[in-house]
């Protein structure tokens, strides 16, 4: 679409319509992937695609439209093969692959970067955070030789992988809560479109969490701070208190990726035996690293002094 004229409602309602049909295809690919570490990939790029399409139908009914046209032809041909048992792995990796160019999907669309809604952009701007991240992942896939079927499922056992994800359900599920309220009281548009998507991500990966967690024999036993939970829903939540000093907040807090993914990546190198659940958590901990990129990076972008300003402090005050 690059290039030409689209009105929001039609990119919308491409995207939800897309997406949807991603996910359902992805569905089928999943139930018939005998690769553990691919499978639990998918897991998580499907369940993007729904809440993508979720996003899409949220924001078109917000601007005064509604979801009208199904996926396009190319896309339904390509989810054709995607759900086709008689289709290798590889195979479907490869064709899927070939239809995005290497490096290609690092710049933002066109059609994206040139809307004049800021909530929209903004929003469309995170959705596209998981869409490189889970390209780059199958890339990284394409290139792995398959996993063996056969191999043990289970996890270390130096790992108690059902507590871990336990508690991390538990997090997500407050960080989503957190991040809705913030978005509902956010008095800037362009923020308030990135931290509606933020929110649907983190709850995206507390569902996927519990899934996986009922799978492995689980059960949900631990629960957040309920104190600590409201202290932070009610802060961020709060208008009295800036947008700036907020994303200041949440900057200082998390001043790297590292310290947004820590806690994941400690126990990746433990699950070798467990691809499914290793790739799951690999793919949620990049999009962790993603909401706390983007944060920071607006907050950037507000505290920055105007670049006339920034200039004449180069050139010496002249």
Known sequence: MAGSYVTLPALLDELQAAEEAGAEALGLWIATCDDRRLRGGLRVI?????????LARRRLAAIGGGPIQSAPRQVQSLCGVLAAPDVSNRSK?????????????????????????????????????DDRASLRWLREAGEERPADAAADAAADATVDLVTFLDVFRAAETASADVFGAWRDACALPGLRGG???????????AALLQERLTELGGAMRVAADPIVVADAIERFGAPTESDEQKLGAVAARYPDDATATTPVT????????????????????????ATFAWLRSYHRAITAPPREVSLRVLDGGR
């Open 195 to 205: 931290l509606d998507t933020i929110a649907e991500r983190e709850a995206t990966h």
């Open 46 to 54: 499907r369940a993007r695609d729904q809440a993508h399409a979720r």
């Open 93 to 129: 990796l490869a064709i899927l692959l070939s239809r995005f160019p290497a490096r290609a999907d690092d710049v933002l669309p066109d059609v994206v970067a040139g809307l004049d809604d800021d909530e929209t952009r903004a929003l469309l701007e995170v959705v596209h955070d």
């Open 266 to 289: 400690r126990v990746l190198g433990a699950l070798a035996n467990d691809g499914e659940t290793q790739e799951m958590l690999r793919l949620i901990a990049a999009g962790e690293a």
